[in-house]
């Protein structure tokens, strides 16, 4: 959990790491977060979280702000 610019794609001519309905795996590539103008990869995984689930929304908006502990993405079990 840190503070940082979310980046929902490596770079805008490329697709996003994630799309709506995309069931995702643990260690799946979420977002990259600018922190310090350092570029941090979020993977999908961790304690309490399926093993596979499916994308119901992407939360925020591309390079909006994100405090620590702010939703990526809503899911459900896939």
């Known amino acids: ?3 940082g610019r979310f980046y929902g ?4 001519q490329k697709p996003p790491f994630v799309t709506v309905g995309e069931v995702l795996e643990r260690g799946a590539t979420v977002c ?3 922190v310090m103008k350092t570029f941090h990869r979020v993977a999908y995984g961790g304690d309490g979280l ?3 689930a499916k994308v119901v929304a992407i939360v925020p908006a591309e390079e909006s702000d994100l405090a620590g502990g702010d939703a990526i993405l809503t899911l ?3």
């Open 9 to 12: 794609r490596p770079s805008p």
């Open 1 to 3: 959990p840190s503070s």
């Open 32 to 34: 990259l977060l600018e």
């Open 76 to 78: 459900e079990p896939a």
């Open 50 to 52: 399926p093993e596979r």
